[in-house]
């Protein structure tokens, strides 16, 4: 069951929309999925910008229908509606969002290595940390609205998440050793997300690109990529990440591909996938 909430951290939904400059703010202290909520507001009509945000997710979405873990009180888990006048390369949409949450992680846990995990992931101390879900919608070849769903572990420690994903998750409160404020995290996301989402064009410039190789964790990693779900996984090894948003990736045998969708998992490391 959805229920709406005029409250978040302390702050009320007047507050809220006044300090985030967002009048289309939708709060709920639970609701299925705010990436879901987000385009039942876009379908009817709701404005660039809209913000659905949620204490809790009962249905929570991760990408390839995986279901992102979404416990009361611990994460920030929001989604934002972009109506951008055209998407020319929507596979770069996740990485943008994802470099957002990144830069926003840095400043809150400066001790901490965040990287990103291309294409969706945020990685703090070689753990996953958080992740985007970006889903548009489409009328023929025109885009409608977009949704970007990102969801960040804060609070949690290892006991509060699933037992399988306990190796391989982190919350950054973990990583920073001492408390960190959702509110905080929200205020840097939506500021970083909202700035570097607000050009969607077919590639980015020298200096995103620049921004994504410095935080780009699969670099000079062994891995194994699928290109699809049924796919024989590909060896090699991840070389970059191409303008156009595409992971580089050097095969054992073979030239240089570049892969513009796909799903990683890393050699070296004895846990199978994020
Ligand atoms: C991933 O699989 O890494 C992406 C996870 C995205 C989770 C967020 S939480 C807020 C938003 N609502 C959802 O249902 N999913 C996204």
Known sequence: MNRKSSRWEGQTLDELKERWDRPNLHLFSQVDSTNEQARRLADEGAPAGTLVLADAQSKG???????????????????????????????????????????AAEKLVPEAEVAIKWPNDLIVNDRKAGGVLSEASWDGNVVRHVVVGIG??????????????RPVAISLEAAAGESVSRLDLADLVLQHVEEHCSRLETSVDRVLLRQFDERDWLRDRRCAVRTSPEAE????????????????????????????????????????DF
């Open 61 to 103: 979405k991760g990408v390839e229908g995986r279901r992102w873990h979404s416990p009361k009180g611990m994460g920030l888990y929001l989604s934002l509606v972009l109506r951008p006048d055209s998407l020319p390369n929507p596979k770069l949409v996740p990485l943008l969002a994802g470099l957002g949450i990144a830069r």
């Open 233 to 272: 996984p590909l060896h090699g090894t991840a070389v970059g990440i191409a303008p156009d948003g595409a992971l580089l990736f050097r095969p054992d045998k073979g030239a240089l591909r570049r892969l513009s969708s796909g799903r990683v998992l890393i050699e070296e490391l004895t846990m199978p």
């Open 152 to 165: 960040v572990n804060v609070h949690q420690e290892e006991k509060d998440f699933p037992p399988e994903l």
